[in-house]
Nanobody
């Protein structure tokens, strides 16, 4: 019903850039927020950046000043521009959507992730 699909990952040299995209499709009544998480090898999934329901942005300290999020409202698409990439940024990047269904219940959706590998 609701699909969240990330794209844009790949292999890049340290100092390089990548732009990730997250396309949301299907029946969704209200999106409260959209954001990016990542999970490196042997690590827990961590928050990277997000838009809140009010439209403001939040960034993790590890990526502040290097990563920038943006979005298109129709269709619902979230972007993550990643500059000055470091080997520590190597991870699977996931898109998360916080929404409300027809009963106004909070529901979140996750994409399958896209691999980002930064070489030393």
């Amino acid at each position: 019903q609701v699909q969240v699909v990330e794209s844009g990952g790949g292999l890049v040299q340290a100092g390089g850039s990548l732009r990730l995209s997250c396309r949301v499709s299907g029946t969704i009544f209200s999106i409260n927020g959209m954001g990016w998480y990542r999970q490196g090898p042997g690590k827990q999934r961590e928050f990277i950046a997000a838009f809140t329901a009010g439209g403001s942005t939040n960034y993790a300290d590890a990526v502040k000043g290097r990563f920038t999020i943006s979005r298109d409202n129709a269709p619902n698409t979230l972007y993550l521009q990643m500059n000055s990439l470091k080997p520590e940024d190597t991870a699977v990047y996931y898109c998360k959507v916080d929404s409300r269904d027809s009963n106004w219940s909070l529901v979140n959706y996750w994409g399958q992730g896209t691999q980002v590998t930064v070489s030393s």
